[in-house]
């Protein structure tokens, strides 16, 4: 009996159906995507919201299918075609870890030099220029937000206060900062104090929106020592590394071929 390629979701209690072929010479779990539209009634309710494809252990009955399975795709040409639908929708893209930056300092001294309690010198470092690549695609951006100052005044009739609390933006030296904007939001609050006097409490909150380039920086040491005519001289090296995220089109090609020569031997 042929084992087709299916789409399917899980089953009522949340379990991959008993029908997929997990096997080690399958695939399943693959290409997921809600099989709900937004504004609509759910058509699959939860948990079964989510489409998968895999290799089915047999083919389906015409007499009827469980509410786990969706349907089948029988050609390649089907396959490449929904798995580009899939991906147009949750945007695919390939992404690749490329070393874009690397620079060495070099630190270099006897022993003793190291060993200071009161550093008095004795210590030399030279640091090479850094090398630069640049990574196939184009480099990823992240855009995020976060509250970044928080105001409190409260006003009593004996007084005010003012309390702030500051929260800067931080990325990585090597990432680059773009699209700030920060929009303000007010809420002001009526309560009583224990002597049963009016207190009035203003908390302005600022939450900035932001993009960056997804890039990360990591270094990493390393430590030599020579004696020679009982002299130690050690020698620190610290090597620190750029790494970007690079993306590209995705290769709808080469997947629908991987998951087709999988089926094609599953079935021979």
Not at 127 to 132: A, F, L
Request: a negative charge; hydrophobic letters at 25%; glycine letters at 8%.
């Amino acid at each position: 009996m042929a084992q087709p390629i299916v789409k399917y979701t899980l089953n009522k209690r949340g379990q991959v159906p008993e029908w997929i072929d997990t096997g080690s010479d399958s695939f399943a779990g693959q290409h997921a995507i809600s099989g709900n539209k937004d504004g609509y009634i759910p058509r699959y309710e939860s948990p079964q919201e989510t489409i998968w494809l895999g290799i089915a252990t047999g083919e389906a009955d015409p007499d009827g299918t469980p509410d786990d399975y969706v349907g089948t795709i029988s050609t390649k040409s089907a396959l490449t075609t929904y798995i580009k639908t899939v991906g147009n929708t949750v945007k695919y893209k390939t992404t690749t870890a490329t070393v874009t930056g690397i620079q060495t300092a070099t630190t270099t001294g006897l022993s003793t030099a190291w060993n200071q309690e009161n550093y008095s010198g004795g210590l030399s470092t030279s640091t090479t220029s850094k090398h630069t690549v640049s990574g196939v695609g184009t480099l990823a951006t992240i855009s995020t937000s976060q509250v970044t100052k928080v105001v409190v005044k409260t006003d009593t009739t004996t007084g005010d206060s003012s309390a702030t609390t500051d929260t800067p933006i931080v990325i990585d030296a090597a990432s680059t900062l773009s699209g700030v904007s920060t929009s303000v939001g007010i809420v002001t609050t009526s309560s009583t104090d224990m002597a049963g006097l009016a207190v009035t409490t203003t908390t302005t909150t600022d939450t900035t929106s932001y993009t960056y380039t997804d890039v990360t920086t990591s270094s990493s040491t390393s430590t030599s020592e020579t004696t020679t005519d009982g002299v130690t001289t050690r020698t620190d090296t610290v090597t620190t590394t750029e790494t970007g995220n690079y993306e590209t089109t995705y290769d709808y090609a080469a997947e629908s071929t991987r998951l087709w020569d999988i089926y094609t031997a599953k079935n021979a």
